[in-house]
């Protein structure tokens, strides 16, 4: 399991969890915080997983930690194997928080 701070000021597209070859990316929770409204996209690359949005100053979205299913832990979502998790917003305000994900090997 490995965690990670987010801090975005800008529109920029951030890694969160470098590629790895061979494996995907599984986010299990976050937590992000804005100073003003603008919206949080999760992406396996350029490509747009999920998207959430912050509202007025302060405001926050979170995905708690997900249970463990009857084999493995459940994730919010996961990357394409071989690609890096990224985050972006679509503003420019200060948004903090953080996350928690695991790299998991491709199954063939």
């Known amino acids: 399991m490995a965690f990670s701070a987010i801090s975005l ?3 920029t597209l951030t890694t969160i969890a470098a590629a790895k ?7 299990y929770s976050y937590l ?3 100073d003003a409204s603008t919206t949080v996209s999760w992406s396996s690359n350029s490509t747009v ?3 959430v949005i912050v509202g007025a100053a ?5 995905a708690p930690p997900t249970p463990h299913g009857p084999v493995e832990r459940v994730a919010w979502l996961e990357t394409a194997v071989g ?3 990224k985050i972006q917003q679509s503003g420019t305000v200060n ?3 953080h996350c928690e994900y695991e790299y998991v090997p491709a199954v063939n």
């Open 32 to 34: 992000v915080k804005g």
């Open 58 to 62: 302060g405001d926050g979205a979170t």
């Open 21 to 27: 070859t061979g494996y995907k990316v599984r986010l």
């Open 95 to 97: 948004v903090k928080g």
């Open 9 to 11: 000021t800008d529109a």
């Open 49 to 51: 997983l999920g998207a």
């Open 83 to 85: 690609e890096a998790l």
